[in-house]
């Protein structure tokens, strides 16, 4: 629908969320002093995901189209911290990275629906090596794809749901992050470099 997501105040106050409409260049508020960050949208349910912070805890929210109101799911355990929410393009699944309160740090998905009708959080982990963050969907959500750690230095990983296979697909010596599917065949990542980070495709 042309519209994007952002937030202001995100080193005061309490968070707001704003959204544009980058072909009418129109902007407006939607929540004020809402605490929601980690931002994911659903390409066709339009459901809007987000983390918020309130009373120590991380808490699991989402806001169903035309972003009345933000329900809040399901709470996580003081110390523990979700980062980098996706929904994948339908909308039923969401993966996300998990920080325990014990350093353990995973990529893990979980259905949506199951929390919408208030059911306990049920996660699948599907890789913990190496600080896995950034996680995103291929186009026909077969794929989950992640950078980490596990040589040594950030390379970009994915997850295959038809053989359930972690496959590494770069090998640099600079390090790759946030990658974003644009083709079958063809990755957008950031490297790192001294003088800070280059968009390439890989």
């Not at 980690?38 to 189209?65: R, T």
């Not at 009345?68 to 393009?89: K, M, P």
């Not at 959500?141 to 970009?156: C, E, F, L, P, R």
Request: charged share 20%.
């Amino acid at each position: 629908n042309n519209l994007f997501f952002f937030t202001t105040n995100n080193n005061e106050f309490y968070r707001d969320i704003w959204i544009l409409d980058v072909l009418r260049g129109e902007k407006k508020l939607l929540f004020e002093d809402c605490r929601v960050g980690h931002l994911s949208l659903s390409e066709k349910s339009k459901d809007l995901w987000g983390i918020q912070h309130s009373g120590g805890k991380a808490v699991l929210v989402y806001s169903p189209h035309p972003y009345n109101s933000i329900e809040q799911l399901i709470g996580f355990d003081i110390g523990d911290e979700v980062h980098h929410l996706a929904a994948n393009h339908s909308g039923k699944m969401i993966t996300a990275v998990f920080h325990k309160a014990n350093g353990q740090q995973s990529i893990i998905v979980f259905e949506s629906e199951k929390l919408k009708q208030g059911t306990a959080l049920e996660y699948e982990i599907i890789a913990s090596a190496g600080s896995p963050e950034n996680p995103s969907w291929s186009k026909d959500d077969n794929y989950i794809y992640w950078n980490a750690y596990t040589n040594g230095v950030s390379n970009i990983y994915r997850y295959n749901f038809s053989d359930h296979k972690i496959e590494a697909l770069s090998n640099t010596v600079n390090g790759y992050f946030k990658p974003v599917e644009i083709s079958h065949d063809s990755l957008y990542v950031f490297e790192f470099s001294t003088d800070g980070f280059y968009p390439v495709i890989i």
